[in-house]
Every structure is written in C-alpha cells, then in structure tokens.
C-alpha cells in the first residue's frame, strides 16, 4: 500500500504564496507521476500540475506561469510552490500518485491524499 501525506495548505491574501508538500511511503520501488489536483465546492477535480520521475511537468493553464511543481525522488515527495494566488485558486488539494511499481508488481490505480485546504482571501 502506499500512503500520500499533504501538508502545507491554509489561509493567504490574494497575491501571497503558499508551498505544498505531499510525502509518499509504504511499501513501493517507485512512483512514476506524481501531482496535485484541486476541488473547489461544487465543482468536479481538476488537475492544477504532475511531474514524473524524469522530471517532466504539465500545468493546468490556469496557474502557468504562477505554479511550480517539483519532487525529490529520494524523499519520494513533490512539492507545489503556488505564487500570486487568486481567490478562485481556492480549493481543496489532492496530492496523486500513479504508475506505482509496489513490492508486490504494478498497482492497479491511483493513489491520493486526503486534501489540505487552501483559502484564498480577496
């Protein structure tokens, strides 16, 4: 199993900057992407950036420009710096994990954290 651990959201004012950090453990070899997605109430998840192990990244083109996503694959954590933050980036933040090589073979799915909330004040 592999358990993802967020931490890092919480309350700014439009502008601020916020760093999330999601950690990864159990019992695995590797993670092949790893991202965050975001919910807002009432709206469907949506993919905000992911990072493989290779390091290649892809952005939602909402936060290009403003979002930086990263990992430290021997830590097996990624990291989101979010800067000049909006109050529509306001949301719950799932850290993801996929293409998981367990000790066990390949996973079958995704994994995801429970969300850290981030609030974005006008």
């Known amino acids: 199993q592999v358990q993802l651990v967020e931490s890092g959201g919480g309350l700014v004012q439009a502008g601020g900057s916020l760093r999330l950090s999601c950690a990864a453990s159990?019992?695995?070899?590797?993670?092949?992407?790893m991202g965050w997605y975001r919910q807002a109430p009432g709206q469907q998840r949506e993919l905000v950036a992911r990072?493989?192990?290779?390091?290649?990244?892809n952005y939602a083109d909402s936060v290009k420009g403003r979002f930086t996503i990263s990992r430290d694959n021997a830590k097996n954590t990624v990291y989101l710096q979010m800067n000049s933050l909006k109050p529509e980036d306001t949301a719950v933040y799932f850290c993801n994990a996929a293409g998981i090589r367990l000790i066990t073979g390949w996973a079958r799915g995704d994994y995801w954290g429970r969300g850290t909330q981030v609030t974005v004040s006008s």
């Open positions: 990072i493989t192990i290779g390091g290649s990244t």
């Open positions: 159990g019992g695995f070899f590797s993670i092949n992407t």
